[in-house]
């Protein structure tokens, strides 16, 4: 093999132009100066709220999450991709299959995973969800077929 003579190495100078050529530039202070500059992008103004109308949504509290707000939520998703239920952003009712069936494994590893670490009805509400989920989309495939 060819023997490699070793060199000292790479050196590397910085010739950019900054502001304050003595002290070092950090992300942060560069946030900072942006802010500074610029304090429209961020600080909201009020006058352009007024003539926006509040979504009514916005005051509602969220609701706690919890397992079975989460399955519930899974459900929703899949009978969505289904076709079933319309699309909340849009409203029309459109099939993706893939995706239900997707989110079906989804659940199904959730029942998997979380075997006996669940309440009574817990595991009620995921079986009783599942098998539901899984006819309807037999149903709907038959259906398409």
């Known amino acids: 093999m060819a023997e ?3 060199s000292d190495g790479v050196k590397v100078k910085d010739r950019r132009v900054s502001a304050q050529q003595d002290s070092p530039r950090t992300p ?13 992008s961020t600080s909201p ?12 949504t916005c005051d509602e509290p969220i ?11 899974l459900s929703t998703n899949a009978l969505v991709s289904m076709g079933l239920l319309p699309r909340p952003d849009t409203g ?12 079906i494994d989804i659940l199904a ?12 009805e817990e595991e ?15 149903q709907v495939v038959r259906k398409n077929c």
């Open 109 to 120: 590893l959730l029942q998997q995973k979380t075997k006996g670490n669940l309440t009574g």
């Open 28 to 40: 942060a202070a560069d946030a900072r100066a942006a802010a500074a500059a610029d304090p429209a």
């Open 92 to 103: 029309e009712k459109k099939r993706d299959l893939p995706s239900a069936r997707q989110t």
């Open 63 to 73: 609701p706690e999450v919890d397992f079975v707000t989460f399955v519930v939520s």
């Open 45 to 56: 103004d009020p006058a352009e709220d007024e003539g926006r109308e509040r979504d009514p």
């Open 124 to 138: 009620r509400i995921l079986d009783t969800v599942l098998y539901d989920l899984r006819m309807t989309y037999v």
């Open 4 to 6: 490699r003579k070793e």
